[in-house]
């Protein structure tokens, strides 16, 4: 499959789920019917609390400057985004590499609240204590700046 794969081109992204049939129409008329079109719903985590619902899609089509051209003007008038893939044989070391690269995003992160929530408690001048009797000073910066807002 080596040759016969070498002309078969393939594109993904992801577009809004009300935009998936338009995108499908515009695709089978720039390419004359001669494309595969995947589709698949997507719903993550943060998409839950603004409503907007998505679809990752997949193009193949046998290679060609015009036609390559024409599907990626198509996919980037839409409103997601779109990935080029890599060929069959490299998939595998890309989806390592990114998630490596999403590991350590994750650590980045932790390490940054770690650091902001000792600051935080090292600013507030507590020592960890569950002491009722100790006020804290963010505590009373905040009074005081909602004193002055309402003065000014």
């Not at 019917?33 to 679809?55: L, M, P, T």
């Not at 590499?97 to 994750?106: H, K, L, Y």
């Not at 600051?119 to 700046?145: A, C, E, H, P, R």
Request: overall charge neutral.
């Amino acid at each position: 499959m080596g040759a016969a794969e070498s002309n078969l081109t393939k594109v993904a992204g992801v577009v809004e789920k009300t935009e998936i049939e338009r995108l499908r129409r515009l695709i089978f008329r720039a390419t004359k019917g001669k494309s595969f079109f995947f589709i698949q719903d997507y719903e993550a985590d943060e998409d839950v609390g603004n409503g907007s619902r998505r679809s990752v899609y997949v193009i193949m089509y046998w290679d060609g400057q015009h036609i390559r051209d024409r599907i990626t003007r198509i996919c980037d008038s839409f409103s997601g985004q779109r990935f080029e893939l890599p060929p069959l044989g490299e998939i595998q070391d890309q989806i390592a590499r990114v998630t490596t690269s999403i590991a350590d995003a994750r650590s980045v992160l932790q390490q940054t609240r770690t650091s902001l929530r000792e600051q935080l408690v090292q600013f507030d001048k507590i020592d960890g204590s569950d002491d009722d009797s100790k006020i804290s000073t963010i505590y009373i910066y905040k009074m005081f700046l909602a004193k002055e807002k309402a003065l000014y």
